[in-house]
C-alpha cells in the first residue's frame, strides 16, 4: 500500500473513530437529546458539511478501489519455490537453495571477501523470472569491472548449468572494498 493510500486509511479511520464516540455519547445520554439534534440540524445546513461529505465519499472509494486493485507488486524474494521443468517433469526449488548457490559459486571467486545475495522472483503469464542482486565485498587486489564481470558471468554460467535458467538479469553492486587477508575457515573432519 502506498504512502497515499495509508493516508486516505489514516482520514477515514479517525473520521470513523470520531463518529463512532458522538453516537456512543449521544446514546448513553451524556450529550443532551435536543443539544446534538440542535448541532446537526445546524451542520447539515452548512455548505462546509457538503464538502466534507464528497471528500470522505472520494477517500472511501479509493480505498474501496485499492481493496479490489490487483496492480500490486508480484515479487517473491522468499517462501516460494520456482518450477524448472526438464524431460522428465517438473521440478519445484526453493528460492533459498537459488540463494544458496549463488553464494556458493560467488564465493569461491578469488578476491570477493564477502558477498550477499537477493533473489527476486516475478511471477509473469509463462511462469516466473528470477533476478539476483548481488551486493560484495571484495579485495583492493582486483579491479572492480574485471571482477564484477567474472561473478556475473559465473553466476549466469552456474545458473544455467544447474538449473536450466537463462537470460537472468544479474546486478552487482560493489558495498566495500578491503585491504584485509580473505578469511579462511577450516574444516573439521
Known amino acids: ?109 578469488g578476491g570477493v571477501r564477502d558477498t550477499k545475495s537477493h533473489i527476486t522472483m516475478q511471477k509473469v503469464k509463462d511462469g516466473a523470472a528470477i533476478s539476483v542482486s548481488l551486493r560484495l565485498i571484495i579485495g583492493q587486489e582486483k579491479n572492480v569491472a574485471a571482477l564484477s564481470e567474472t561473478v556475473s558471468a559465473r553466476v549466469r554460467e552456474q545458473l544455467a548449468q544447474t538449473l536450466g535458467l537463462t537470460d537472468v538479469p544479474i546486478y552487482v553492486k560493489i558495498v566495500g572494498i578491503t585491504d584485509a587477508a580473505p578469511i579462511r575457515k577450516h574444516r573439521v573432519v
Open 1 to 109: 500500500m502506498g504512502f497515499v493510500n495509508r493516508f486516505f486509511l489514516l482520514i477515514g479511520t479517525l473520521v470513523l473513530f470520531l463518529v463512532s464516540a458522538a453516537v456512543l455519547t449521544c446514546s448513553l445520554g451524556i450529550v443532551p437529546e435536543r443539544l446534538w439534534l440542535n448541532e446537526i440540524r445546524f451542520a447539515l445546513r452548512q455548505q462546509e458539511t457538503v464538502i466534507a461529505s464528497l471528500v470522505l465519499f472520494c477517500v472511501a472509494f479509493r480505498l474501496l478501489a485499492c481493496t479490489f486493485s490487483r496492480s500490486g507488486s508480484r515479487e517473491t524474494t522468499h517462501g516460494e519455490f520456482l518450477a524448472v521443468t526438464g524431460s522428465m517433469g517438473s521440478v519445484g526449488v526453493a528460492m533459498d537453495a537459488i540463494r544458496d548457490l549463488v553464494n556458493r559459486t560467488v564465493g569461491l571467486i
